[in-house]
């Protein structure tokens, strides 16, 4: 599904989805596609929801995000582990 359809088909709500088509871009995160898994009122929720499947299916690209918002590209951050000794 295009992110305009689900912008469409869930105004102003949380959705929590997976990207089904994603590439990197010049330090960007661009989804073409998405696969619709929960939507939400309360970004609590959405939250909620996100962390539960990150943690049972870490390796697939899920995302949770406001209808409100444009487009899917956003910044890529890596973030490091520092293991102490």
């Known amino acids: 599904m295009q992110w305009e359809e689900v912008r469409e088909k869930f105004p102003d709500e949380w959705v929590v989805f997976e990207a089904a088509e994603a590439y990197s871009e010049d330090g960007f995160r661009c989804i073409d596609s998405v696969t619709v ?3 939400y009122e309360d970004s609590a929720d959405a939250m909620k929801r ?3 499947l990150h943690r049972s299916q870490p ?3 899920i995302y949770f995000i406001h209808t409100s918002r444009p487009d ?3 910044e890529e951050k890596w973030v490091g582990f520092k293991r102490w000794r």
């Open 37 to 39: 898994i929960d939507r």
């Open 72 to 74: 899917l590209k956003m």
């Open 50 to 52: 996100y962390k539960e």
């Open 59 to 61: 390796a697939k690209e």
